[in-house]
């Protein structure tokens, strides 16, 4: 198996990528194909002793920007994003990874994949740090900002999948994000859902809040992608928020300086718990090959662990497995009495 | 003018209520009643030196229990909350303050005080301390799970009004809480919500994202109130989740616990600016009377503020500038070539 990285995507490419790259077929030998402008690789590979590690490239003139429309893939098939998904949808490789225009890398991988049989829509995947164990995944986290019910229910299950095969997570417990805990409090396609999620072959706990996303409660959050970005951007504005006003009070006294720099360690305990890197990027579900889309900001480190992900992705053969679970939920569906 | 107050509502009822009172009443002289069972009122006002103060005390025998539903209301004209609300509608008092069952205060209110002409739905305002100098207002926070467009409009705007009138705010910087800054992006609701905000006699400044509700980008954030309560309780639930991380690898090392000591009078002033304590409770707008609902764990400081908060809206005449900005604007539209 390989994985197919759009070494041209991402505010940090080609440097960063390809740095990220080499440093994962260092520290586990898995293939990568490096796709982009064949000098500008080699001229960042050359930068490494990648002396016996299973790197190549393949070559691809044009790149999204990541002021182009989304739509603009489909009139570039030489675009670093096109070209990676074909070698793909050839079987050169059983992941695609980029950190480039993450519209643009979707409508791709949608447009090269397509669909699982029997999902509505494919759905991102944030993976929050509530924990030290395993991240809890919120989907949908924006790939789609109208739902309805059978899509929160189908982002549940995939989710479900997900934790369990990737973060070895037994049973799941999957929410549906609402504003209330009980079954009675919602919106329209929340309260529609919560019936779906009920008769799915999952370990739904039911309604969560707002409040729950960083607790334990659940390993699964489901909701809409628009709920769900929202959710997940206050989440990341709020920590800014608070860090930004402590580090402003923290200076404000000789005492309070001191006292900061003794408890730096914890400091940096607690930002290291929350940084974003060291999940590499966000899942994309419910298509035919695994997608890994990365944070366009990526390092070098973020992009090592996002191969990282996209490698287990395949090795645990989530697709093969949603594909199966769907299939499952879809014949039950037909011969249940209602 | 006076405030009518649910003296029976809330987790602390009567006693942080009745004390919330008098010291409203000892720090401005507005006349506040008390509403609920004589003897019980009487005995919680023994407990201070109320001598001189304006507080009267108005019998109601029955109090809706938090774990009552909301349309009890209906059926218990002699509850403390009904009770307050005909107090008000007679004209015995301007504004209604309660930190019992919310959901039953709001169906209480509607039922007596009935909408501004013009107004589809009243929503509940978020006071959100992102500065010092005043709240940004965020409405609605979970009064109405379902919205139409022209209701997020019409947040907008009676967000911006008690902005302006409650808090001073010049030309209030309203945004519609969206999924990306560009126009183009939201879901079916924001984008329709947008081009009606664009028509309204308001400073909108366009979408603006979960990240943004703590910066100072804006001073009103209009939204359905199901993507409202879950922002919400996310900003919530992430102050928590960091706090107690922060606690436990303060704890971690002898070094790190006397920073923290030292560090104390640091943590303590950015506690003080999360405290919801200080804004006391949500304003419910777009009712023909001020209303305030107080948090159900309202404590006696709690309690106060809200209280101060309840006089300021009738002071500034919220509700008549909402009743005038509407009539405005509908009578704006009906000329418009559109």
Redesign the interface.
Known sequence: MAIVLDAMGGDHAPQAIVAGAVQATRSSQFPIVLVGRQDMLEAELRKHDTTGLPLSIQHAPDVIAMHDHATAVRQRPESSIRVACDLVKQGEGQALVSAGHSGATMAAALMGFGRIAGISRPALIALIP?RTSHPTLLIDM?AN??CKPLQLQQFGLMGSIYAEQVYGVENPKVGL???GEEPSK???L?LAAYTLLEEAPLNFVGNI???????EAVDVVT?????G??????????????SA??KA??R??P??V??????????N??RA??DYEEYGGAPLVGLNSAVIIAHGRSSAKAMTNALHLAHRTVAMDVTGKINQRVAELLSGSETSPA
Request: aromatic share 6%.
């Open positions: 509530a924006g900002a109208d994000l609402s504003i919602g919106n329209e929340s809040e707002g409040r729950h996303i960083l607790s909701c809409d992608g628009f709920t970005n929202v959710a997940l951007k206050t989440l990341e504005g709020a920590a800014e928020y608070i006003l402590l009070e923290l404000a006294s005492r309070t001191l006292g900061a720099l003794l408890a730096r360690p914890a400091f305990r607690v718990r929350m």
